[in-house]
């Protein structure tokens, strides 16, 4: 990959993943504010998080087993 392509694609990464994130989340809060306040937020955090959480765990006994079988 040329130095120029790395560079374009960083500016890419750097528009649409990152600053994109940031609007959503924004958004997403302000949506909720005017929905009914701030005090729903956490009744959505929580379940997403511990979501996250438990496809880490998965996919982390999984790569584990991976090495194991692998090794």
Do not use: N, Q
Not at 21 to 45: I, K, S, T
Not at 50 to 71: E, I, P
């Amino acid at each position: 990959m040329s130095r120029e392509d790395k560079y374009k694609s960083k500016a890419v990464t750097d528009t649409f993943v990152y600053r994109g994130g940031d609007w959503l989340g924004a958004e997403a809060v302000g949506a909720l504010r005017r929905a009914h306040g701030v005090g729903p937020l956490p009744a959505v955090a929580i379940p997403v998080c511990a979501t996250a959480a438990a496809v880490g765990v998965v996919l982390a006994r999984a790569a584990a087993r991976r090495r194991a079988r692998l090794a």
